[in-house]
């Protein structure tokens, strides 16, 4: 029932309003059962659903897609309710909408903001031209445990390279204005701490000091709010006995109060409704009262604010005001999306925008940039595309599915360009390509092997494509193991064994510990999850017309009985020493990553000179400013990621061995050199004292400049002077 507008449109449905009046007037005309229905996210939609929302019972829909569909139901919400409040359409839009992208972890991988940026660009207008306004995305999780299959979706292990992405990704979706059509509202996820799950196992428990919550996990979800992120979600995860979607002290004291976050928090799926199971609510009623109270505005798919809050608020057990304060948060978004005046889409734009041609051709730009290449002896790569006769074999070498990698939107495996297209579509007319499977992800058979044999033996090289299906990453997907699934590494060790020099494609969701093939394959090109682009890229780097520039955002451990392992560890007051016995190592690997965080070759060669440090006595508000040059000493154009890591060597807690404070993606010609400066503040080489306060103390800093972690090419050091304090979040 339409509501019988005044002699003049409401104030609210005024645009020329402040947005604020506008939210107090909408307020001030709702019943409390249609406040609580803002407050309401339900998944798909169904006819108790479109009842709910002629009844102004629902807020938002997740999960309905598509230029018709999102209009047939919007029609609803603002032609057959009271007020005609339009719903807020939220997806999964996590790399890509139509036209996929590198899963997130890929994208990490290019170490290049503007290409993550880019692609979150790109996947806004796409699914907000058919009628998506907000993605569950970016998922900004620091993960250190590969086992976790979450560690897809991120950007790896780094609280720096996380927060620089963390930023890139909110600006992307939400653009200059969410006013824009174009735009998607962000939603940085999981707040917080989800990534430290013990054992690596998805949706358990994290018990972490506050120090590591404040300096590891906290920092991109600073970053993604600092950068205007409008929607923040609360996750599974209990946090030092408190979970995360009932936490007063993570969403309230840090979001809010330290952070000034104006935006509004929803709910993981049905996680206000996990406080029952978490053991933290007796019924649905202390369950909502728990999360309201703490924070969380939104239920997703819970349908425990819809069955308790009228209740709890009717029997005085939590004030209307905090309803009012949800309200207005939900509703400020609304405005700020234009959805009151723009509240459909139409399809000609849609078929205009979604997998144009400009889209196509970034997947393709950023898949190539993604690439990482971790071993190349004696430069195998790049191959000649004249090569009289190459055998492509593997599980994923024709595999559509897999390069769509988990959490892929609406990708349609039918866009997907396969390895073996990629391949086929590159070399001369002459050149054999001979296809093999050879065996599947998983499984035990070796049926294939004689055929990957026998394609092996009649070619010059082998291409080997093996990893991990899409569904053995993402969410739910842990795997106690880290090594190729299935008989993939006998496959591999069949085919080494023909003589004919290998080339190891790897398709994962998580670094793999990989021990043999890194001993014996001469070439190996991690590429993750590439997305629609995926076999074209992969082929431009085997045969040359991309020198790959990827650098690893995870460290790649030997085994997982090395995990948890990272690259920005403590010393330990016995760092180890392969011989010393009494050290912190094991008895039966070596304690070094197999690929260290931030490795990647490159076809070309870099060197790196002149570093220059000033000034060498910091004092307070000095920015330090590291110089240095890098030239691509190689016969080819190629990118470099240089990388900045700095040491407090002597602090009044203990400090991490190296950390990441700077990084920059360059490409050099042949011969070419370029001049690299880094500026350092005091707030970037603070830390949290024993007292949690964010300080800078006298003493010296070490500095390393290099092509990973481990490759450090230049360093030197500077001495702070002076003891400074320095606001907990810059
Ligand atoms: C899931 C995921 C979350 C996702 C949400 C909606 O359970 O944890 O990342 O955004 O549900 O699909």
Redesign the pocket.
């Known amino acids: 029932m339409k509501m019988k507008y005044e002699s003049e449109r409401p104030l609210y449905l005024d645009s020329s309003q402040p947005i604020d009046r506008r939210i107090e007037d909408l307020l001030a005309r709702m019943t409390l059962e249609e406040k609580i229905g803002q407050m309401c996210q339900y998944?798909g939609i169904t006819g108790e659903y479109e009842r709910m929302i002629r009844e102004g019972r629902i807020g938002s829909l997740?999960?309905v897609v598509g230029v018709d569909e999102t209009n047939r139901v919007q029609r609803i919400a603002v032609e057959e309710s009271r007020l005609g409040i339009p719903l807020i359409f939220g997806l999964?839009v996590l790399h890509g909408y139509k036209t996929i992208f590198p899963i997130p972890l890929g994208l990490a991988s290019t170490w290049d903001p503007d290409a993550v940026r880019e692609a979150a660009s790109i996947a806004a207008a796409e699914a907000s031209a058919e009628g998506i306004h907000w993605t569950?995305a970016p998922?900004v999780d620091i993960a250190r445990d590969p086992r976790w299959g979450r560690i897809a979706?991120g950007a790896g292990e780094d609280p720096y390279l996380g927060s620089v992405m963390a930023r890139a990704y909110v600006e992307g979706y939400q653009g200059k204005s969410l006013s824009e059509p174009d735009t998607i509202v962000a939603c940085p996820?999981?707040y917080v701490a989800y990534g430290g799950a013990e054992g690596g196992r998805d949706y358990n428990t994290v018990d972490i000091s506050e120090r590591t919550l404040r300096e590891i996990y906290l920092p991109p979800f600073r970053a993604a709010v600092k950068a205007g992120a409008k929607t923040v979600?609360s996750a599974?995860n209990d946090l030092n006995g408190v979970p995360s979607s009932a936490n007063p002290y993570t969403l309230r004291t840090i979001l809010r109060g330290e952070w000034g976050f104006d935006g509004f928090v929803v709910s993981?799926?049905n996680a206000i409704g996990e406080l029952i199971v978490h053991g933290v609510a007796g019924d649905i009623y202390e369950a909502a009262e728990k999360a309201l109270m703490a924070g969380v505005d939104m239920d997703?798919q819970g349908d425990v604010y819809n069955r308790a809050l009228l209740r709890l608020v009717k029997e005085g057990r939590i004030p209307e005001e905090s309803i009012n304060e949800a309200v207005r948060r939900i509703l400020r978004v609304k405005f700020m999306l234009g959805l009151f005046e723009r509240p459909y889409v139409e399809a000609e734009r849609a078929k205009r925008i979604v997998k144009c041609k400009e889209h196509l051709e970034a997947a393709l730009k950023i898949a190539r940039k993604s690439i990482v290449l971790l071993k190349n002896e004696g430069n195998l790569l790049p191959l000649s595309k004249h090569i009289d006769s190459i055998a492509v074999i593997g599980p994923l070498a024709d595999d559509r599915e897999a390069p769509l990698g988990p959490w892929s939107c609406l990708g349609d495996p039918r866009d997907v360009i396969t390895v073996l297209e990629g391949i086929k579509s590159k070399v001369s007319p002459r050149t054999r390509v001979l296809y093999a499977k050879g065996c599947d992800v998983e499984g035990s058979s070796r049926d294939g092997f004689d055929e990957a044999i026998s394609a092996a033996k009649e070619s010059r090289v082998a291409v080997v494509v093996v990893g991990e299906s899409r569904d053995m990453s993402g969410?739910a997907a842990c795997r106690a193991h880290l090594d190729l699934p299935g008989v993939q590494e006998d496959l591999l060790k069949a085919v080494y064994a023909t003589g004919t020099p290998i080339v190891m494609v790897m398709m994962n969701g998580r670094p793999l510990s990989i021990s043999w093939p890194a001993e014996h394959i001469p070439a190996i090109l991690e590429t993750w999850f590439l997305g629609i682009q995926a076999g074209r890229a992969i082929a431009d780097v085997i045969f040359g017309d991309y020198n790959p520039g990827g650098k690893l955002p995870v460290t790649f451990p030997r085994t997982v009985g090395q995990v948890p392992i990272y690259y920005n560890h403590k010393n330990t007051g016995r760092p180890p020493a392969p011989n010393i016995k009494w050290t912190s190592k094991y008895l039966d690997i070596p304690y070094t990553p197999l690929f260290p965080f931030g490795h990647g070759l490159s076809y070309a060669r870099f060197e790196y000179s002149g570093l220059e440090i000033s000034p060498l006595e910091v004092w307070r508000g000095d920015v330090v400013r590291v110089r240095f040059k890098v030239k691509n000493v190689g016969d080819c154009e190629g990118d470099e990621v240089a990388q900045l890591y700095v040491r407090d060597v002597v602090a009044s807690v203990t400090r991490p061995v190296k950390e990441l404070k700077g990084f920059r993606r360059v490409t050099l010609k042949p011969g070419e050199e370029e001049t690299i400066e880094f500026t350092l503040t005091l707030e970037d080489i603070s830390f949290l004292n024993y007292e949690m306060r964010r300080i800078v103390e006298p003493g010296e800093f070490k500095v390393m400049v290099g092509s990973s972690s481990e490759d450090i090419r230049l360093t030197g050091s500077f001495i702070v002077k002076e003891y400074v304090e320095l606001p907990l979040w810059g």
């Open positions: 998944s997740l999960n999964d569950f998922m979706e996820k999981h979600m599974f993981d799926w997703m969410e």
